[in-house]
């Protein structure tokens, strides 16, 4: 009898969780600075910043001439740092094809007098070394063409444009070449969909399917037809996710190369952003913009080697793996899953001893994935005068085995099965999360929480949020909001009254603008607090909770962007 083919085209982009993105480009020569002013803002879209007319942008092709470009050395950092696939620009919103291309000379080969095809290298390499290559391709923008959504300097506004023409006789016919020329291609990363319609989302897949079935299309292609969703750029899920994402990040504030920008994440911010997208089953694309010689800057280098040396020793928590079980976050710990197996990620050392609540299984044995040798003690127990809390107490060493976030793997009798109340963690403390509160009266039916775990359209006082969840040690508490705002239009959500009320407490205080203030540069996704007062919980077991806003909101930014309330021991 033959064997049924279970495997799923998905399957290599589900085990792989961490990417390389490459924004690379002829944005690259003037690295930021056109005509003697420096732009802020990312350095791949200074065609449209300045306001560059195409005949001169035009010019930059003839002076690239990427010297220093070596494939073999670009995949091999890819590999080195732990990536599965790498994602590279093969045509930017400027319109220029990095690759040969017939259907336009505007591109590496004909256009420069480099006249090579890095895609071409690239794929060799890739094939050669073993990775996925995946290419970038802006299906909506391109700045160069009379009918391509984004340039009304030289051409007409977009409205009067023929988009369907630019869709039919470059994006279709660039396709085909990028998926004919290169081998098997693991996605097409479309971006920036605008006012693509459905049916032309719907085209564009049918289209590249029609040519390599097994080719992922992003979910930026538009209308929701994507094979998965992508998160905003540098916008990390504040809960749990429902279904496939993605989440493109940079190293700095920066695509393509900026040579001032020197906003560079450290290597512990990448790893605790990178294991917050695993415990939330998120895949991590971090991005490098090579120089205009082709050099990838070293301060790249050194953070992704690094990133690497951690995922040598722990990578049994990332890839393949499944999120946290639990409906929600623990403290400073992320969770990842496989098999029967739970890996606990210490983004902060918690010393000696440490509680995992909610685990309903028999725990085997526990080792640190960074020294097997170590020796962990520990015990289990079920409070039965707490609701029947499940407890492990774990006896861990004083310091960290590993220097950077440190892993323990649970192995477990069975796949792991957990307590999904909210429960209060082992540091005392309580999240009462936005995807997992009730939403009471909803008189506009509208207000909802998005995938990313943020409330979406509340603005109605009459709408409460409502919660309960299992306490173990009463006492006095800290409440906060935490709420995720947009660093680059912070005015616009403008601050309102809140209420909290847990059990018989509540406490009232202002949540908003207040809480954020504005940054052109940085990730523009931030995670503000809100401070609002003191409560004290008296007993032990279930308690309800429940917010509400203090009249109604109209801002432009969908309502209050809530989170989490986080309730913190004093
Ligand atoms: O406009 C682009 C930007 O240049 C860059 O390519 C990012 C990467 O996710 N995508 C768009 C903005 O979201």
Redesign the pocket.
Known sequence: MMSKDTSHFMDWWREARFGL?I?WGLYAIPAGVWRGTLYPW?G??IMKHARIPVKDYEQLATQFYPVKFDAESWVSLAKRAGMKYITI?SK??DGFALYKSRVSPYNIVDATPYKRDPIKELAEECSRQGIKLCF?YSQS?DWHHPNGIGNDWDFKPDEEKDFQEYLDNKVKPQLKELLTQYGPIGMIWF??PKSITKEQSLELKAYVKSIQSDCLVSGRIGNGVGDYASL??NQHPAGPVHGDFET?CTLNDT??YKSCDDNWKTVEELIDLLVNCVSKGVNYLL?VGPTAEGIIPAESIERLEAVGQWLKVNGEAVYATGATPYPGEHGDVRISQKGNTLYLMFKKWPGERFTLFGLKNRVLNARFLADARIFVEYTQSVLSTDNNLARLDLLLPEESPDSLVTVLALDLDSVPSVDMRILQQADYSIRLPAHQAGIGENPSGVTECLPIGIMSNWNDPRTALDWSFEVHTPGRFRVALELQMHRKRPELYGTFPVTVQIGEASVKGEAGSINISRDESGDPFHTARAELGEIDITQTGTISAAMRLGKAIQNGADGMPFASIVLEPK
């Open positions: 993105f924004h990312i791949e879209w620009t930017h919103h970038y923008q971006d920036t905003g750029d493109p695509w393509g991005n």
